[in-house]
């Protein structure tokens, strides 16, 4: 009985910090309507801070209970005024803008946040002390919890009930609920809504920096602990239902209890049984356990695709320049060689992405699980069956479309960002087999020593490479012109119309989605080939963010969009890499800049210089 209490103790305690850190995230999605990246950053800067403050600045203090408690509310405070610059220089300016270039800007501050930290801070990680006087444990049964874990639990609740009370019974919880249902209204009544979403950001990002700062007497901080925190949280908001902190609060407490009991019972698969939870919510519930109906937020501005320009000459240099990149992959050494492949390979994955987003508004923030399968199919092929470079590739390519087939009709059920996120449980359940499925996959040891090209020129490689790329793209630029293409776009625009137009919208969607997966498990396979070795991380999160970001940063409504973000998001990476230590910090400062200046993308400058007189960067 004792041993079910304690993973059940142990679980809320978890989930007590998961929903501080999920309530943060609800409150500025539910005012905002922003899904904020960096929340996970925020987390890591209120850690780090107050790890700082208690082991370096103030360790002659650090055995008394009230020092230690005000470096950690410190580390909260330098979390929530770094949210209210961001909210003024960064997300302010984008305000406008479609959901997901304010989430692509803020993955480029949290690139900038952890470079800073970096600097400053410098790798190791920080370890503080215990609490002063919650060192001990407390007995339950014949097992024993500690004290802290015990505080921890009950801050939860207690934050919970401080939220509920401002947002029902302050006249500032009353304009934030009415900000939520119609911000335009609440400013027509006089209400200033700029510095009510300041407050609301400062707050959001202050309980993420206090959430951090909780878990010092726990576990050491460092610069790695944003990724993952920000994706369970991203979890716990979407299982909850976006906008509501009580749908967080118990979806935060499925998740603690699903965690505890997995690390005990399927110690390999715990991961995987986070992500499958939220998947089955989804799957019964597409709004989550006390959200809104998919559907419900406003729709994106409808945008024309722009084809090259309007003159012949842009017309044509996308081509050209594709061509020269051909040429200078065929001749250059070494590195130049493998820096291009992997800019050829990602327009093909961010090009997988691009067809499915543009055509039918699917956004998707898992397609790295198709990625991946494609890869590990054609390292296992290769290494099992011995497959060519050939039959790895088709092999890619099948187990894709296989595991789209599966997905096609679930994702059909959601819409808008459930279904992002329902894409995201996917993915992190096809990374975490991957890293936990060893014997199979390696684990993180990866699949290595494939031999692709003992039997195959490299060159034949690159040549077939650069064929993909231009065949894809024309595929691409025939499928928008083709009344396939206009009916999708039609099911996009305006659902119910196409379907009294006898349009089936629904097997419509489904055909583009298994060719955007069969195109993104293929330049996984490309990917395994020209590197010889397949790791986890071709599933992982990051990789789905870097699709993403070369969509967006290219221009999601520009034929040559994928192509002029990879080119920037792997070209321009790869050089600032080689000349500058803290490069993720300057590409997350590019990022930024890109998502304000050019909201249409890479490919839009010249739209905002013609439009404003104004040289965009």
């Known amino acids: ?64 209970g009230t020092t230690y408690l005000l470096a950690m509310m410190m580390g909260a405070t330098a979390a929530a005024l770094l949210g209210g610059l961001t909210k003024i220089f960064l997300l302010r300016p984008l305000r406008h803008s479609p959901p997901l270039y304010p989430l692509v800007a803020t993955f480029g501050l949290s690139l900038v946040i952890h470079d800073v930290l970096l600097w400053a801070l410098g790798p190791g990680e920080v370890f503080a002390p215990r609490f002063p006087g919650l060192k001990g444990a407390v007995q339950v049964g014949e097992d024993f919890l500690p004290q802290w874990q015990m505080v921890t639990l009950c801050l939860g609740p207690v934050v919970w009930g401080v939220l509920h009370a401002l947002l029902t019974r302050t006249k500032w919880g009353q304009r934030v609920r009415a900000a939520t249902q119609d911000r335009d209204m609440l400013d027509a009544l006089g209400v200033n809504p700029a510095s009510l979403l300041l407050s609301v950001v400062v707050l959001g990002c202050g309980l993420a920096g206090l959430a951090g700062a909780l878990q010092l007497p726990r576990e050491p901080a460092n610069l790695q602990m944003d990724l993952q925190m920000v994706v369970e949280t991203f979890v716990v908001v979407v299982m909850g239902g976006l906008g509501s902190i009580a749908g967080a609060f118990f979806a935060a407490i499925l998740i603690g209890c699903v965690h505890a009991f997995g690390i005990h019972f399927f110690p390999q698969a715990t991961l995987v049984l986070v992500f499958l939870t939220m998947a089955l919510v989804l799957a019964v519930r597409p709004q989550g356990l006390m959200g809104e109906l998919p559907g419900a937020a406003p729709r994106e501005k409808v945008m024309p695709f722009q084809l ?14 594709l061509a020269a990149l051909a040429m200078v992959l065929l001749s250059a ?19 997988s992405l691009h067809w499915m987003m543009a055509l039918s508004g699917w956004v998707s923030f898992g397609h790295a699980a198709y990625f991946g399968l494609g890869a590990y199919a054609a390292a296992l092929s290769h290494l099992h069956w011995h497959f060519n470079a050939l039959g790895a590739g088709l092999a890619g390519v099948a187990a894709a479309i296989l595991a789209a087939l599966c997905m096609g009709k679930l994702l059909q059920r959601s819409a808008g960002v459930y ?77 119910q119309r196409a379907q009294a137009s006898a349009l089936d919208v629904a097997n419509l969607n489904q055909r583009v989605f298994l060719m955007s997966a069969g195109l993104a498990g293929l330049s996984g396979a490309l990917w395994a080939i020209s590197k010889g070795a397949v790791f986890p ?81």
């Open 333 to 351: 050494g070494d590195y130049t060689q493998s820096v291009l492949e992997d800019v050829l390979i990602m327009m093909l994955f961010g090009l």
């Open 537 to 617: 991380s071709v599933a992982s999160v990051s990789n789905s963010v870097d699709a993403l970001q070369v969509v967006l940063l290219g221009g999601v409504h520009q034929l040559w969009g994928a192509f002029a973000g990879s080119l920037f998001l792997v070209g321009v990476g790869s050089e600032i890499g080689r000349h500058f230590e803290y490069w993720r910090g300057g590409l997350g400062l590019l990022i930024m800049l890109l998502m304000v200046f050019a909201p249409d993308g890479i490919l839009g400058l010249r739209k905002f210089e013609k439009h404003t007189g104004i040289r965009a960067l």
């Open 1 to 64: 009985m004792s041993f079910w209490l304690i993973q059940c103790l142990n679980g809320l305690s978890h989930a007590s910090t998961l929903f501080i850190m999920a309530a943060g995230l609800t409150l500025v999605f539910g005012v905002t309507r922003i899904v904020n990246f960096a929340h996970g950053s925020f987390y890591m800067l209120g850690a780090l801070i107050a790890g700082t403050l208690v082991t370096q600045w103030l360790p002659a203090w650090s055995e008394h």
């Open 308 to 321: 090259g320009g309007d003159n012949r000459f842009f017309k044509w240099i996308g081509w050209m320049v």
């Open 419 to 495: 279904l992002a996120m329902l894409s995201l449980a996917f993915a992190q359940m096809v990374w975490a087999s991957a890293s936990q499925w060893v014997s199979f996959t390696g684990g993180d040891n990866g699949l290595i020593g494939l031999q692709f090209f003992k039997e195959m020129p490299r060159w034949i490689f690159q040549v077939m490479l650069i064929l993909l790329c231009f065949v894809s793209l024309f595929g691409f630029s025939r499928l928008i012109r083709s009344s396939f293409g206009a009916a999708l776009q039609a099911g996009r625009d305006a659902p």
